[in-house]
């Protein structure tokens, strides 16, 4: 154990229970639902577990492992509630190994075995991916588990209140359970009609591991990694689908820049500001190979590959400058007539100010004020066209706006320098 020491422990480790849970949620409430084969008491347990660090890590240190020590806390609580049940049978004794083991070694092999792990989490998603649930329910519950994230920040990325939020996850959770579903990876007849869900699911992940929806970082690449990995797994077990092909393409393209999207104090840089020389090239080639074979598949491109054809107008031009404009603007429309929502909108005017200028780009964000009210990035794009149109008080002052909404705290720090430079 890491000794606790001084007035800041408790926020220590709060912090720290919060970002394992972010880390290592999706392992645990995996690992927990197979070994119980029920996914919402697996959750549940995983829940306790974590009460149970925020009382105990103040006083006692943060764990060596702290992953290993919530799941052992789990499986232990899972004992008790057999007991309390009168269903051990043969499961006690051998979860009770188990439980030992890890507190002897500090170390559990479920978090330790990559394919072992990354096979449960597939089935983790496809559970609660399953068509017994509304399709906003499932990403809710998914993204709970699988992403980690609060019902605040879950709340946020879907655009819904918190309290709506809450209701849906606890109605999954019920629904399953009601409906008995395996922990397993559906066959192959039952997996097209998850693919939907469980691919939106990876994205909601990446785009959390890409733009941290909170925290102290605007980046989570482990996050980002483990989108990408689940999706060349669903590759392994959905051959032949395209839209696996171009998610996994827009994955590759976005995953290219982290290391140029931060400056040294770790502060978000605008793809303007990055150093392409930082571009991961090979990535980027990856991204290229996925989307021709998406491409091949001779369906047309679809939402992801779509997504895929843009972040590609980006990877391969030489310089900010020199980007494909005009056909950026042409499949933001594609993908409008595809699936239209505001924020694809709002990325669309992004394009169009830099093809027609910045004040018909204004007119368009301006009329999406009462759909994305309170959505930070609206606030910060317009700042940007207030800026490029000399109106430095206007900017600085939806900037200051924009600094004032939900989002990670190295967007906030920027988003305040930028006001105080107009200023």
Partial sequence: MIAAAGSGDAVHARRAVEAV??????????????????????????????????????????????????????????????????????REPLLAVEVQDAER??????????????????????????????????????????????TEEIARVMLMTVP?????????????AEAAVPFEVPDRAERPARLASVLQV????????????AGERPLRPDVAREAVRLARQ?????????????????????????????????????????????WDRSAIARGREALNRADAAGRGLGYYGLQAAIAECHAVAPSFADTDWPRIVQLYDALLSLAPSAVVRLNRAVAVSMTDGPDAALL??????????????????????FDRQGRTDAAAAEFLVAAELPGNDAETVLLRRRAAALA
């Avoid at 577990?49 to 006692?60: F, I, Q, R």
Wanted: glycine share 6%.
């Fill in 21 to 90: 849970w972010r880390a290592e949620s999706a392992r645990i409430v995996a690992a927990l639902t197979r070994q119980t084969g029920d996914f919402a008491w697996a959750e549940d347990l995983a829940q306790d577990a974590l009460l149970e660090a925020v009382a105990k890590w103040p006083g006692g240190g943060i764990p060596d492992n702290p992953g290993a020590w919530l799941l052992a806390v789990a499986k232990r609580r899972a004992i008790d509630g057999w007991r309390r049940r009168e269903r051990l049978s043969q």
């Fill in 105 to 150: 070694r500090d170390a559990v092999p479920e978090l330790a075995d990559p394919d072992r792990i990354d096979d449960d989490v597939l089935r983790l998603v496809f559970v609660a991916c399953h068509p017994v649930l509304p399709a906003q329910a499932r990403l809710a519950l998914t993204l709970r588990t699988v992403a980690g994230l609060t």
């Fill in 164 to 176: 709506t939020v809450q209701q849906r996850i606890v109605r999954a959770k019920r629904s399953l």
């Fill in 202 to 213: 990876i994205y909601l992940l990446f785009t959390e591991g890409y733009a941290a929806a």
């Fill in 234 to 278: 669903l590759h392994a077990v959905m051959p032949g689908e395209p839209e696996i092909d171009a998610l996994i393409a827009l994955m590759e393209f976005q995953s290219s820049r982290f290391a140029a999207r931060t400056d040294r104090e770790g502060l978000p840089l605008t793809m303007a500001e990055q150093n392409r020389r930082q």
């Fill in 364 to 385: 368009l964000v301006d009329a999406l004020e009462q759909e994305l009210t309170g959505f930070r990035p609206l606030h910060a794009v317009r700042a940007e066209l």
